[in-house]
């Protein structure tokens, strides 16, 4: 070879040798070498800064790739945390692909290929680029431009380290990273939350139900455990007692009382229950009784009894014992309503006769109540439905079917059939003191929709005709004592026809008045059918000038007022129902008993006794000695009167004489078997 370095001849290169590069020794002087003898030195892994070092293609193109991958992430809209950290991962594999692989070629990773100088300028100023780009997060896909214009750029970052380095300083602030208990998220180490405890107060900003039912009240078992047998379906509030102590459930106060059905229960200590000598079954009361009683009150038969008060002090006089039995009054006894306990069912408009036998209709039967007293019994059966009953001074029963007008002559015989008469269901009708019947329709029975007059039928006789100028529902009617007739008039209120003649006025508003009648004494009784608005019940004393509301609470609807007298029933026209009765009649039934004291003994059994004996106390001197109970006088069992203590006198004028002898009593005279009375 030729020494002259600056003239090379082509000769002297060609050797025919594959796989030779072409470099010049530490001399300077050009020698062939084996490639593979010059990869490692070719290797500047982007952070050599040496000249004369040659990027490996296969490490451009893995390169490349891992570039790509960050130019993905960080054209994504989503950069947080988890990014950074692929970023970071991408980089550092980058870094150990350059520490492990050698390629010379960015495309195909060929090994024959070596990465010109330019070319690995332009992929550093790539990827100071990128670095440069990460800080804003821009769009990195037009920045080819500045690459290929900007080749004197020096990287901003020399290594894998810094960048990292950079992106935790960028995105890993107070400002972005969230806590929990005041305990930052970022770092080594295990994030317990606080447990509550049970030996100081705890602190909860709010009660956190967990399920229907179930409160964040911690069990032993670490567990949540419902307070109720079954699911709370709806909001609910329950109201604590404001007093320590335990909750007692149902089983524990069962426990507690030690009960047995219709037996009373005491207090067996200051704590818990025990069974009582008291048995009531709500029929009959028993005080140490063996068997059920049979009696309103009854004493076991363990031994002898006695009911007594109880003995006074050394200060005090004995307290009288008083047995009375039932007695009568001649006065109202409660303004109430009364609940007569009739069975329940349908009723309609009922009327009362001048005996005060009270008839009310339910279905196809009429039902009677004599003397306005006792029980409502099955007085007649119809083939038709009744609406209303109708009597007349002279006792004729009048019921309105719905088949027609029916008539019972005297309260006696067959219901015949009234002719001339158009069939409507006549729902309430009233005998006027002139003799005419009024009626008014039902609203009901005319498949709920009315539009009809108020009715009369002159004198009783002939077809009933219109009275009233205005169509409507008239619910009721009824005729006064003093011959004024009241309708109930829906939507309206109560009208009235003064004497029985002329118009018909509004007398008290309101819209869904449904029921009237009048007392004996000209009362007024009104009320509400339909509303829940209480009270539904008018009074009027004064004719109808003014109406007063009812002292009786609890609605009234769908009801029916009729009079007996002065007293006045209430019933249900909707539904079945019981009748009530308010008692205003002040005299009330003549001739009336009282209830009759009965003292009885026990009954014997064959030749054995049976006696009602009378005991008192036995005077002596004055003083504070103690009387002695004595015997003064029995009935046996045969029914004779034995008085065993009469005063025996010499005659007539000694037992006179008597002071101690009170007037009226019996004394016998010495040798005379004869009882005399002392006047």
């Known amino acids: 070879m030729n020494i002259d370095h600056n003239r090379i001849k082509v ?5 025919n040798q594959p796989n030779k590069i072409l470099t010049t020794n530490d001399n300077g002087e050009l020698e062939f070498s084996d490639i593979n003898n010059i990869k490692t030195e070719s290797y500047n892994a982007l952070d050599y800064t040496a000249e004369g070092k040659a990027l490996d293609a296969r490490q451009g193109k893995i390169l490349k790739d891992l570039i790509d991958t960050i130019n993905v992430l960080l054209a994504s809209d989503n950069i947080n945390l988890n990014t950074i950290q692929e970023l970071a991962n ?10 492990s692989i050698l390629v010379n070629d960015l495309t195909t990773g060929g090994n024959t290929k070596a990465l010109t100088a330019e070319m690995g300028k332009s992929l550093k100023g790539l990827y100071d680029t990128l670095v440069t780009t990460a800080g804003g997060k821009e769009d990195v896909s037009n920045k080819s431009q500045d690459i290929e214009t900007d080749k004197t750029s020096t990287s901003k970052y020399s290594s894998v380290k810094q960048l990292y380095d950079w992106a935790v300083a960028k995105f890993v602030q107070a400002a972005n990273i969230k806590t929990v208990n005041g305990n930052n998220l970022i770092g080594t180490g295990n994030i317990t939350t606080p447990d509550m405890t049970t030996n100081t107060a705890q602190e909860v900003t709010a009660l956190k139900t967990f399920r229907a039912g179930m409160f964040g009240l911690r069990n032993t078992a670490n567990t949540f455990t419902s307070f109720f047998a079954s699911a709370v379906t709806a909001s609910r509030t329950w109201t604590w007692p404001d007093k320590s102590g335990t909750v007692a459930m149902t089983s524990d106060i069962v426990a507690q009382l030690n009960g047995t059905v219709n037996f009373l229960v005491k207090f067996g200590t200051a704590t818990t229950g025990t069974l009582s000598r008291l048995f009531d079954n709500g029929t009959c009361f028993g005080i140490g009784t063996v068997n059920t009683p049979t009696k309103d009150i009854t004493l076991g038969n363990q031994q002898n009894r006695e009911i007594a008060i109880e003995e006074s002090d050394s200060l005090t006089k004995g307290r009288d014992l008083s047995i009375s039995a039932g007695k009568t009054i001649n006065y109202q006894l409660s303004s109430n309503f009364i609940d007569i306990n009739q069975a329940p069912r349908n009723w309609r408009k009922g009327c009362a006769d001048t005996n005060k036998n009270k008839y009310i209709p339910s279905g196809t039967s009429l039902y009677k109540q004599t003397n306005g007293t006792g029980d409502f019994v099955l007085y007649y059966n119809s083939v038709y439905n009744i609406n209303s009953v109708a009597i007349n001074n002279s006792g004729d029963i009048y019921i309105a079917t719905s088949n027609g007008l029916y008539k019972q002559t005297g309260s006696t015989g067959a219901f015949v059939l009234e002719s001339g008469i158009t069939n409507r269901n006549y729902y309430s009708m009233s005998f006027h003191q002139s003799g005419d019947l009024y009626a008014v329709c039902s609203y009901s029975d005319n498949g709920a929709v009315s539009s009809e007059y108020i009715y009369k039928r002159v004198s009783n006789s002939g077809d009933f005709v219109p009275v009233s100028s205005t169509l409507g529902r008239y619910n009721d009617i009824s005729c006064a004592p003093n011959g004024d007739v009241y309708a ?8 009235k026809q003064t004497g029985g003649t002329g118009p018909w006025t509004t007398i008290f508003s309101n819209s869904s008045l449904g029921t009237v009648c009048v007392l004996a004494n000209g009362t007024i009784y009104t009320a509400n059918v339909y509303g829940a ?15 007063s509301t009812s002292i009786i609470g609890g609605a009234i609807g769908y009801a029916f007022f009729s009079a007996n007298g002065n007293n006045i029933y209430q019933y249900k026209y909707v539904g079945t129902s019981s009748i009530t009765m308010q008692n205003n009649d002040v005299l009330g039934i003549s001739n009336l008993d009282g209830g009759t004291l009965k003292l009885k003994s026990g009954t014997g059994k064959g030749t054995g006794k049976s006696r009602y004996e009378i005991y008192t106390g036995q005077k002596t001197i004055s003083g504070t000695s103690m009387q002695l109970e004595t015997l003064r006088a029995y009935f046996d069992e045969n029914g004779f009167f ?32 004869t009882l005399f009375q002392k006047p």
């Open 642 to 673: 034995i008085y065993l203590t009469p005063p025996i006198y010499a005659n007539d004028a000694d037992a006179d004489a008597d002071s101690n002898l009170p007037s009226g009593a019996y004394y016998k005279v010495t040798g005379n078997r």
């Open 533 to 547: 608005t209480l009270p539904n019940f008018y009074i009027s004393t004064n004719n109808g000038s003014s109406f």
């Open 488 to 495: 109930s008039l829906w939507s309206v209120g109560l009208v």
């Open 11 to 15: 000769a002297d290169l060609e050797k």
């Open 90 to 99: 991408a980089i550092e594999s980058i870094q150990n692909s350059l520490n």
